[in-house]
């Protein structure tokens, strides 16, 4: 079976630092992508792993343990913008992307 | 052109009409998608065509039916839909490798009355 989890919400200040959590059970596994979607728009790539380790793209970062079936993605110096969702979804065969629920954040000034 | 486009961005149809939807990229990828989307929920996968043959159906029922006429070419036919159908619609494309991420439209809004 396929299961991803997120946090449903999390709330930080302006200029934190947060770190958003996924767990994932999946039948198979070619990589863990994380999106960011604004309220009615489209989903926006942030960041790929498919290795362990930790993978840097300027104010973003994500990190993936493969063994333990966990990844996170840390947003730094946060900014009103961040105010979105995040998706993190796995490639499990194929072509195949299935998306964990979202976590909704809230950046307060 | 990095960007894929969706048409129309907004439709409302009744239960009985036929609709299509469109969606069109020209980066040249060889995989797009379809996903359905509902208010504050992640998107769910529908179909995927990979070098323009059918490669995923997400157990979908058939009044949604799915044609890739070409590489850049995504259409959905709608028939016969049910209120619970109304939601965002989604296109993606992506490289046909296991290393690239999907290029998302910005979805077409539907309502069913």
């Known amino acids: 079976g396929q299961n991803i989890d997120q946090p449903t919400e999390m709330t930080a200040t302006e200029g934190a630092i947060v770190q958003i959590n996924c767990t994932y059970q999946?039948?198979?596994?070619?990589?863990l992508f994380w999106y960011q979607q604004h309220a009615g728009e489209a989903p926006t790539f942030l960041s790929y792993?498919?290795?362990?380790g930790l993978e840097e793209k300027g104010r973003f970062s994500s990190f993936l343990s493969r063994s333990k079936g966990y990844s996170y993605l840390l947003l730094k110096e946060l900014q009103m913008k961040d105010s979105a969702s995040y998706l993190c979804?796995?490639?499990?065969?194929?072509?195949?992307?299935?998306f964990g629920p979202g976590t909704r954040l809230s950046v307060l000034p | 052109d990095t960007e894929v486009t969706q048409t129309p961005k907004h439709l409302v149809m009744g239960m009985t009409n036929k609709k299509s939807l469109k969606c069109e990229q020209h980066?040249?990828?060889?995989?797009m998608y379809w996903y359905k989307q509902k208010a504050k929920k992640p998107p769910e996968l529908m179909f995927v065509?990979?070098?323009?043959?059918?490669?995923i159906n997400e157990s979908v029922p058939s009044r949604f039916s799915p044609e890739c006429p070409n590489s850049s070419l995504l259409n959905l036919h709608l028939h016969a839909l049910q209120p619970e159908d109304s939601a965002l619609y989604l296109c993606?494309?992506?490289?046909?490798?296991?290393?690239?991420?999907?290029?998302f439209g910005p979805g077409t809004r539907l309502t069913v009355t």
């Open positions: 993606a494309s992506s490289p046909n490798g296991v290393s690239y991420e999907q290029y």
């Open positions: 999946t039948s198979g596994f070619n990589g």
């Open positions: 792993n498919v290795l362990d």
């Open positions: 979804a796995v490639r499990n065969y194929g072509q195949n992307f299935v």
């Open positions: 980066m040249g990828h060889r995989a």
């Open positions: 065509y990979s070098y323009e043959k059918l490669s």
